[in-house]
């Protein structure tokens, strides 16, 4: 993802913005999808969620405030959501079936938010930082849980949270135009062992 709702990351070029997306959702069955509304008060009520509150508490305390006008709903081809430098946060309101779906995309989006803002000059179309935010947010939003997992179709449960982690975090860095696959690839496994023991702003993962 690309960068702080604060004051503090790269900010790329608008006609070759990098976004950080989540990784790939499977296409939504229409009456499964919240209505718009209903996503738009569950935007507000995840603003509420301990781990979104102690993530936007942070980043608070490193001079990047996020402010709820930075968060939007929007309507996206495929991802749950998204993180764009100086652009805020987008959930994909599309692709939400329920509350817990929100409240996951604001961890993931926050953390990169997080890591944008600390870092302040994170460049996006670099594959190896793209793929270390990616591997971090992916580990630490809980996104890996083996229940979410499971929930989708992947049975395996001892080893399953790395796997996972590198997965999901190899389909988010994919989608950077600026990484081919051969190159996100290659970006996950040099990075891997730093970032995936990197559990900023937490004491450990969660």
């Known amino acids: ?8 990351g790269s900010v790329p070029p ?4 990098v976004e950080a997306a989540s990784a790939p ?7 499964d999808v919240m209505p718009h509304e209903e996503c738009l008060s569950g935007i507000r009520a995840a603003l509420n969620h301990p781990t979104v509150r102690f993530l936007r508490e942070r980043m608070d305390q490193a001079g990047c405030p996020v402010w709820p006008l930075l968060i939007r709903a929007a309507t996206c081809a495929e991802s749950s959501g998204g993180y764009a430098s100086k652009h805020g ?4 309101c599309n692709q939400m079936r329920f509350q817990d779906q929100i409240n996951q995309v604001l961890i993931h989006e926050l953390i990169h938010a997080y890591d944008d803002c600390v870092v302040k ?3 996006w179309k670099n594959c190896g930082q793209h793929a270390c935010s990616e591997i971090r947010a992916n ?3 809980g996104d890996c849980h083996y229940k979410r997992e499971l929930l989708k ?9 790395p796997e996972c982690v590198k997965r999901r975090s190899l389909a988010s860095v994919k989608q950077n135009p600026f990484c081919s696959e051969a190159a996100a690839k290659d970006a996950i496994e040099a990075v891997w062992d730093i970032c995936y023991n990197d559990t900023r702003p937490f004491d450990r993962a969660p």
Do not use: W, Y
């Not at 959702?25 to 009456?31: A, I, L, V, Y």
């Not at 946060?89 to 994909?92: Q, W």
């Open 1 to 8: 993802m690309a960068s702080t709702a604060g004051d503090g």
């Open 14 to 17: 608008q006609a070759a913005k």
């Open 25 to 31: 959702e499977p296409p939504p069955r229409g009456p």
């Open 89 to 92: 946060i987008k959930v994909c």
């Open 121 to 123: 000059n994170v460049d």
């Open 139 to 141: 580990h630490l939003s």
């Open 153 to 161: 179709g992947f049975m395996k449960i001892r080893g399953h949270e």
